[in-house]
């Protein structure tokens, strides 16, 4: 099976892709390794194609590259509607597609979301914001995300997904409805189709609007607030649900769990330091103290359980629409890999990434001039008592207070670490927020 992709052109094509992820390094090499060729009407066709991308140095990356047979040089396939529908409707009517070194499979689950009805011929529209993926709107109905920047394996957004929607009754989520996936050595996720929700607002837009308001939140906002800490406990029950499927039952948190996690967290601080002490030289008289903090989740008693997680939990993954709550986006870190991010986990590592997500609002609207006021602490309570009141007595949760905050605390302090090394890769000016929230913190008693 011949492909009609030009390697040679290849590099110069990629580097000028907004989703192209390996700009800042030199490409050494770009191979083919898998490919398959989908028809289109009026006997036309294009190739949908995994290439692997060599630097000079690191490791190399993977891309889902569709390429349509247009005249010389390499043209994007998803420019052309038909293309984007043909790989929709291979997902739809769950079709075996066979490929250079494996095959295609789409899937559409047997759910009554997935029941929805659509026209023929399909519209389809892409969104034009999208950065890392291509999003499209099927029949104003279905959003398809392709991904672009592959990773070998089942991708957790797919994997969760498809959980949620088949094995509990959580539906507060957009609603995963199919997935298109290599099969063979080249196996990995290409797409995801979730339920389409128009007229939303992201909850990091909506908080801010509310955080630029005045000095103190009002009791509207601060009970959506509880709304969305109930949002959260009633995905951990889910999550927790008991199951036949190994990867999603619930395993028994043991002291060597929290040993590890600890010895983790007090790793990170050191390279973390390390790399902001040139910017914030006043963090040297803190590490001692906040290694302290860290070593306190290695005493704490082996209580709970370890779950699947959401894994990067935000106010800017989750929507907020007809008065709501929605969370979506479960692939979980980015810059951990799927091994990683498929780990089970306490369920207090979400809790800890959305109170990060206050402060940083917080800070948002300071630097925007916004007067100081008494907004993150409210914010953080009603979160917490939306959250608590919903996951009484669940077995994946410490039972005492004291070992729930110790255990919240060590999981704020590792996402502070996370923030600080990324704006200091990213937001140099921004890496200020982790670092007050370090210099303030104190070691529970």
Excluded: C
Excluded at 362 to 367: F, G, H
């Amino acid at each position: 099976m011949t492909t009609p992709i030009d390697l040679t052109r290849l590099p110069d094509y990629l580097r000028n892709q907004r989703w192209f992820a390996g700009k800042a390094w030199p490409i050494k090499s770009v191979e083919v390794v898998d490919h398959a060729r989908l028809e289109l009407p009026g006997g036309r066709d294009f190739t949908l194609a995994v290439v692997e991308v060599l630097y000079e140095m690191g490791h190399p990356d993977r891309y889902l590259l569709p390429v349509e047979s247009k005249g010389e040089g390499i043209q994007d396939a998803f420019e052309d509607v038909e293309a984007l529908r043909a790989l929709f409707q291979l997902i739809r009517e769950k079709r075996e597609l066979s490929s250079a070194s494996g095959r295609l499979v789409g899937e559409w689950l047997d759910t009554p979301e997935g029941l929805v009805a659509l026209p023929s011929p399909v519209p389809v529209r892409r969104l034009q914001v999208e950065q890392s993926n291509t999003s499209v709107v099927v029949g104003e109905k279905i959003i398809l995300k392709v991904i672009r920047k592959l990773e070998a394996g089942i991708n957790p957004e797919y994997e969760v997904g498809r959980y949620l929607a088949t094995k509990t009754s959580f539906r507060a989520t957009p609603t995963l409805l199919g997935a298109l996936q290599s099969e063979g050595p080249a196996g990995a996720t290409l797409a995801v189709a979730h339920r389409f929700v128009p007229n939303v607002t992201d909850g990091w837009r909506h908080t801010l609007d509310h955080f630029r308001r005045g000095t103190r939140l009002p009791e509207g906002f601060l009970g959506e607030l509880r709304a969305l800490g109930q949002r959260l406990g009633e995905l951990h029950r889910a999550l927790a649900s008991a199951t036949d499927d190994p990867a999603f039952n619930p395993e028994p948190l043991h002291m060597e769990d929290l040993q590890r996690w600890s010895a983790s967290i007090v790793g990170e601080m050191g390279v973390t330091i390390s790399q902001a002490l040139g910017q914030f030289p006043e963090l040297e008289n803190r590490r001692e103290a906040l290694i302290g903090h860290a070593k306190q989740l290695a005493h704490v008693s082996p209580v709970g359980q370890k779950i699947r997680i959401h894994g990067d939990l935000h106010l800017g993954q989750v929507l907020r629409a007809d008065g709501d709550w929605l969370i979506f986006d479960f692939e979980g870190e980015p810059g951990r890999a799927f091994a990683q991010r498929r780990e089970k986990y306490s369920a207090l590592r979400d809790v800890a990434g959305m109170l990060r997500s206050f402060d940083y609002a917080e800070a948002t609207v300071t630097i925007e001039g916004q007067a100081g006021g008494d907004r993150v602490g409210p914010a953080r309570q009603a979160f917490l008592e939306g959250y608590r009141t919903t996951t009484r007595g669940a077995a994946f949760l410490p039972s005492d207070d004291v070992t729930f905050h110790t255990m919240l605390d060590a999981f704020e302090l590792e996402k502070m670490l996370y923030e600080v090394r990324y704006e200091l890769q990213n937001r140099p000016d921004w890496a200020r927020i982790p670092v007050q929230a370090l210099m303030k913190m104190e070691v529970r008693k």
